[in-house]
């Protein structure tokens, strides 16, 4: 569940997501070569339970497909800006930025730098150009940015209050 509500917003989309999920897992068990090792074989048959469904995600997005294809980046977009770390971030706190981010955006930010997919591999899962793929990631980028900084300036005037 933690993993197709990294893709979609919705809770009831999500619950989708895992029961078509399942039922391709039930389906491919058989062809699943489980190690000898107990340890190595859970985390091997969690991994692949979490390709699948991060991939049944991204076929349910790719149904909703609402992107343009972008081949140029300006300048704004390829500036790096640093972020200062707050020790009170928690995972629920990044979850809850991520929500915030326009779903192409957060599918393609999930795609590669959570589960590490290239920006060749989003462009042939969503069929879009990869400088797409490029662009869409660096504005999530930057509105995770600008969402953090709000957070964090709102944290610490409500600190001081």
Known sequence: ????????KDEMEAEDIVNESFIKIFRKLPEFC???????????L????????????IDKLRTKKDTVAIDDL????????????????????ILNLLNDLPTIQKSIFNL?????????????????????????????????????TAQFDNEININHS
């Open 74 to 93: 300006n300048e704004a977009d390829l500036k790096k800006h640093t972020v200062t770390v707050a020790t009170t971030l928690e995972e629920n706190d």
């Open 1 to 8: 569940m933690a993993i197709a509500l990294r893709y979609v």
């Open 46 to 57: 969690k991994s692949w339970m979490g390709r699948i469904t991060a991939n049944t995600s």
């Open 112 to 148: 590669y730098e959570i589960d590490g997919y290239s920006h060749e591999e989003i462009g042939e899962m969503l069929n879009i150009p990869v400088s797409t793929s490029r662009t869409y990631l660096t504005r999530a980028k930057a509105k995770l940015r600008k969402l953090y």
């Open 34 to 44: 489980f190690d000898k090792d107990e340890t190595i074989a859970e985390k091997m």
